[in-house]
T-cell receptor, first 116, second 115 residues
Framework: GAGVSQSPSNKVTEKGKDVELRCDPI?????LYWYRQSLGQGLEFLIY????????KSGLPSDRFSAERTGGSVSTLTIQRTQQEDSAVYLC??????????????FGPGTRLLVL | AQKITQTQPGMFVQEKEAVTLDCTYD???????LFWYKQPSSGEMIFLIY??????QNATEGRYSLNFQKARKSANLVISASQLGDSAMYFC????????????FGAGTTVTVRA
């Protein structure tokens, strides 16, 4: 079956512009996660959605970052007034649920963001 | 909170040989899961193998096996019969079961398989 898909695969933007990154999870997966992978910082958690529950935004680095998930499926990560330090690969993952600890998170191919 | 340590930034292995990637962890959670992911140059994180802290036997998945030593808090990945396509970055990750859902990742180990 289809895996997690993300778009765009690459995004180049100018400092100060807003960007939107999209994630389409595996069908039937209720849990969705955003991570960021940057040089020197490794992989860091950003935000988590589970069904219709309020998301856990504890990993978002600043109030310029926001995310939503419509209809319990597709998610959009928005970065406002982008800064050069936002340059990274943004990875989306999904799992069947988060209730069971052993649920495997399956990742998408990522969006490579470069802020000039 | 969980902490994952991967001390080998890069490794070379000859084709058809086995390679062991080290991973140690620290957690206060009594129950947890350990995961290994592969990230080739294309960038996608590919799930390889899972080990639960309560599992009595070491996990195996094809050419991948996990050498789990709970008392030492280590979960080393063994790749047998290395292939050129195994060249990639490998990440160890964990998740606590009590009240956590996000994965904590190690810094990764780059494996290069030589023909």
């Amino acid at each position: 079956g289809a895996g997690v898909s993300q778009s765009p695969s690459n995004k180049v933007t100018e400092k100060g512009k807003d960007v939107e990154l999209r994630c389409d999870p595996i069908s039937g997966h209720t849990a969705l996660y955003w991570y960021r992978q940057s040089l020197g910082q490794g992989l860091e958690f950003l935000i988590y959605f589970q069904g219709n529950s309020a998301p856990d935004k504890s990993g978002l680095p600043s109030d310029r970052f926001s995310a939503e998930r419509t209809g319990g499926s597709v998610s959009t990560l928005t970065i406002q007034r982008t800064q050069q330090e936002d340059s990274a690969v943004y990875l989306c993952a999904s799992s069947l649920s988060s209730a069971a600890g052993q649920e495997t998170q399956y990742f998408g191919p990522g969006t490579r963001l470069l802020v000039l | 909170a969980q902490k994952i340590t991967q001390t080998q930034p890069g490794m070379f292995v000859q084709e058809k040989e086995a390679v062991t990637l080290d991973c140690t962890y620290d957690t206060s959670d009594p129950s947890y899961g350990l995961f290994w992911y592969k990230q080739p140059s294309s960038g996608e994180m590919i799930f390889l193998i899972y080990q639960g802290s309560y599992d009595q036997q070491n996990a195996t998945e094809g050419r991948y096996s996990l050498n789990f030593q709970k008392a030492r808090k280590s979960a080393n990945l063994v790749i047998s019969a290395s292939q050129l396509g195994d060249s990639a970055m490998y990440f160890c990750a964990m998740r606590g079961f009590s009240n956590d859902y996000k994965l904590s990742f190690g810094a990764g180990t780059t494996v290069t398989v030589r023909a």
